[in-house]
């Protein structure tokens, strides 16, 4: 993993570094809602409660917790960060195709093959069942 680190320019960018592998474009059929000016607001678009609202536009990732696909190797091609959830998620490469959004596992790097099943390699990033052990 690359880590870019900045040259300071000011106090608040002292010792700060990014890494670079974090993507932040999602994909566009994997995310889902709309922004609601709700803010406070009512029908109208009266404020009615006073000190809320602003905040950046969030839009939600599906998030496969399930693992379902049983038996089929994925590649982890991109790991962004979920502004919904304060974590990272990666996208998944199914061999048939399909793309899913998984919840980071801990060092799991861009390239990694995960697979979900009863027969698989105990390994960070493979699922298996509660009744597999």
Known sequence: MA???YKTSTPSTRN?????????NPRNN???GHHHC????????????????GGHKRLYRKIDFRRNEKDIYGRI???EYDPNRNAYICLIHYGDGEKRY??????????DTI???TEVPMKMGNALPLSAV
């Open 3 to 5: 880590i870019h680190l």
């Open 38 to 53: 709700s803010k406070s607001r009512n029908a109208r678009g009266i404020i009615t409660v006073g000190h809320r609202g």
């Open 77 to 79: 091609v991109t790991i």
């Open 30 to 32: 994997l995310i889902y």
């Open 16 to 24: 700060g570094a990014e890494d670079s592998q974090v993507k932040s």
């Open 102 to 111: 998984i919840l980071h596992p801990r060092m799991a790097i861009i390239g």
């Open 115 to 117: 697979v979900s099943g």
